[in-house]
């Protein structure tokens, strides 16, 4: 029998880090992540993530969203990293991509990079950087597991979703927005070999 909290296990629905929707199996957190169909500087792109109040369905997506983003990534026309602007109930707060999410050497592998989230604590992303089946794992600086990017399996069937998933620890619920933002920005770093 399971002791304890149960992780938030979000359904990656498309698998693409644009263009997608990240719904937790338990219906408790719902993201909606889409491009902008246009952008303040000409030539660069955006991201922006919903939080979104139900589920995905195909009469939710067909509605326009009527809400600001929780958070807006933008990137510069050549795909290099721009700013990530999180809405706050103060203002928002605009980071340099490039400040948010460090190398973790000056050496070291691009696809490790840690960041600071808004309880003050460092956390670090690695692509495929334990022994686990993980394809991406985040962890505080003393590897404590804070989440995890699941693919789906080659030999499973996946019904309406890429069957891929990202599980966040209850523990680190408050700070899912943090999690996800960052962790579009690491597959944008993999996808343009920053």
Known sequence: MLQG??????????????????????????????????????GSSAVMIYNMPRRASRHRDAQPLRHAPAAVLEFRADGALGSVAFAQPAGTLTIPMARYLCKTSLFGRSLSRKFMCSDGREYKWVHRGGAGPQEWTCTTADDYLVAHYDLKPADVRAYG???HTLTIYEAFAPL?????????????IQLYNL
């Open 5 to 42: 909290p149960l992780p938030y296990i979000l359904e990656d629905r498309t698998g693409a880090h644009t263009a997608s929707d990240f719904d937790d199996i338990y219906d408790r957190l719902f993201f909606h992540v889409a491009t902008a169909p246009h952008t303040q500087r000409a």
């Open 161 to 163: 979703v890429s069957g």
């Open 176 to 188: 899912t927005l943090e999690l996800l933002a960052s962790f579009i920005i690491m597959r944008h």
